[in-house]
Nanobody, 124 residues
Framework: QVELVESGGGLVQAGGSLRLSCAAS????????MGWFRQAPGKEREFVAR????????YYRDSVKGRFTISRDNAKDTVYLQMNSLKPEDTAVYYC?????????????????WGQGTQVTVSS
């Protein structure tokens, strides 16, 4: 079992940047495909990005392509989400998730472990 702790959220103006981190403990993240999801108030949780367990292939939802970058540092057991050109519609609680699948998809059910989340607020 792996425990995930997100950090790096905060308040930023539109056009700004944040880097979220997801630190894992209990088991190395090299055993997992990793993903980021978000949930805005009154909305359902939605997929943001994922990185595969091997070869580190990445996939993003359309609305963040070209602005967000997911990466992983297996030596540090940490996954990152670099968010640039932030928009007010990016405001949400962001969750890190780990999947036992080599290449996880975009559905939450494909992920086995979740962090507690970190709030990102983008002001206009």
């Amino acid at each position: 079992q792996v425990e995930l702790v997100e950090s790096g959220g905060g308040l930023v103006q539109a056009g700004g940047s944040l880097r979220l981190s997801c630190a894992a403990s209990g088991r190395t993240i090299s055993s997992y495909g990793m993903g980021w999801f978000r949930q805005a108030p009154g909305k359902e949780r939605e997929f943001v990005a994922r990185i595969s367990r091997t070869v580190s292939s990445t996939y993003y939802r359309d609305s963040v392509k070209g602005r967000f970058t997911i990466s992983r540092d297996n030596a540090k057991d940490t996954v990152y989400l670099q968010m640039n050109s932030l928009k007010p519609e990016d405001t949400a609680v962001y969750y890190c998730a780990a999947s036992q699948r080599v290449v996880p998809g975009t559905r939450g059910e494909e992920y086995d472990y979740w962090g507690q989340g970190t709030q990102v607020t983008v002001s206009s």
